[in-house]
């Protein structure tokens, strides 16, 4: 896959600022970088999988501590050797639901070569400079209340107690899944006008502006696509069984060296029909 996708960058180098600008050159990037990290993990399990106990008690030999003290001390360093291992281990898990994540929303690339799928795909492209401001207010909104509830509320609230547990319950606000009798136990003066306020930001402001967003793109989205240059299959379903002859032998006439010079056939004039180049005709037929 590695060397499939360098072919396809260098193969589009000459338009390169137009793959650096799309969505999937920077997905596709992401999911190869992840596996050279999830690479580098396996082998460094390799290396260092196996602890050393042997070193450890020479070392430890060495030391002239007593056989119970030392079998302790051998024990605890093999402790950490695992602990260190099991760490990694996580880390590697997460990457590679990442690379899974990546992986299955790469097929929206093949889904989109149907109309209706393709129609989803230009929503999200006609809107997505709207989405990133909007989520840019989204995060300055919760960063800010994250901060009034670390003050209000840390040292009584478990989810207020740090930046970031409270940045997460914030988010859990937005979609309904928080207990306001404990704001309310904690700073009954304080919580009203707290949780209220968040609340007509986020839901009656920020989501609702999120929707009309997402309906605007998508309606944005038809017109571009109604606009769009028909396929070649609709045209050859709109034109006659005459003009498809008449496109065949104009384009057959330079490579047989047919002599069509006279007045009542002209190659230019067969050169597009309906707008459509005639060497596209002739390849679906």
């Given at each position: 896959?590695?060397?499939?996708?360098?072919?396809?960058?260098?193969?589009?180098?000459r338009?390169i600022h137009?793959?650096l600008?799309?969505?999937?050159?920077?997905?596709?990037?992401?999911f190869?970088?992840?596996?050279?990290?999830?690479?580098?993990?396996?082998?460094k399990f390799?290396?260092?999988?196996?602890?050393?106990?042997?070193?450890?008690?020479?070392?430890?030999?060495?030391?002239?501590?007593?056989?119970d003290?030392?079998?302790?001390?051998?024990?605890?360093?093999?402790?950490?050797?695992?602990?260190?291992?099991?760490?990694?281990?996580?880390?590697?898990?997460?990457?590679?639901s990442?690379?899974?994540?990546?992986?299955?929303?790469?097929?929206?690339r093949?889904l989109?070569?149907?109309?209706?799928?393709?129609l989803?795909?230009?929503?999200?492209?006609?809107?997505?400079?709207?989405?990133?401001?909007?989520?840019?207010?989204?995060a300055?909104?919760?960063?800010?209340?994250?901060l009034?509830?670390?003050?209000?509320?840390?040292?009584?609230?478990?989810?207020f107690?740090?930046?970031?547990?409270?940045?997460?319950?914030?988010?859990?606000?937005?979609?309904?899944d928080?207990?306001?009798?404990?704001?309310?136990?904690?700073n009954?003066?304080?919580?009203?006008?707290?949780?209220?306020s968040y609340?007509?930001?986020?839901?009656?402001?920020?989501?609702?502006?999120l929707?009309?967003?997402?309906?605007e793109?998508?309606?944005e989205?038809?017109?571009?696509?109604?606009?769009?240059?028909?396929?070649?299959?609709?045209?050859?379903?709109?034109?006659?069984?005459?003009?498809?002859?008449?496109?065949?032998?104009?384009?057959?006439?330079?490579?047989?060296?047919?002599?069509?010079?006279?007045?009542e056939?002209?190659?230019?004039?067969?050169?597009?029909?309906?707008?459509?180049?005639?060497?596209r005709i002739?390849?679906?037929?």
């Open positions: 896959f590695t060397l499939v996708w360098l072919w396809g960058v260098w193969s589009q180098r338009q137009r793959v600008r799309g969505p999937w050159f920077w997905a596709e990037l992401f190869l970088l992840m596996q050279f990290v999830v690479a580098f993990y396996q082998i390799w290396l260092e999988g196996d602890i050393d106990l042997a070193v450890t008690d020479s070392i430890l030999e060495q030391s002239g501590l007593p056989e003290e030392a079998q302790l001390w051998v024990e605890f360093a093999a402790f950490n050797r695992l602990q260190n291992l099991l760490q990694n281990f996580k880390f590697l898990y997460t990457i590679t990442l690379n899974s994540v990546i992986v299955y929303l790469y097929a929206l093949f989109s070569v149907k109309p209706h799928f393709s989803l795909a230009w929503t999200l492209r006609v809107s997505v400079a709207w989405l990133l401001e909007l989520f840019v207010y989204m300055v909104i919760i960063v800010s209340y994250s009034v509830g670390i003050v209000l509320y840390g040292d009584q609230v478990e989810d107690r740090h930046f970031s547990i409270a940045f997460i319950t914030l988010w859990r606000m937005v979609f309904g928080y207990n306001y009798n404990e704001l309310a136990r904690a009954f003066m304080s919580a009203p006008f707290f949780f209220l609340v007509v930001l986020m839901w009656l402001l920020i989501l609702n502006l929707i009309g967003i997402i309906t793109g998508f309606s989205a038809k017109r571009k696509q109604g606009r769009a240059v028909i396929t070649v299959g609709s045209y050859l379903r709109q034109i006659s069984y005459y003009q498809r002859a008449v496109a065949l032998f104009a384009w057959l006439c330079p490579r047989l060296d047919i002599d069509v010079t006279r007045k056939v002209s190659p230019i004039r067969f050169n597009r029909i309906h707008g459509v180049p005639v060497g002739v390849e679906v037929l």
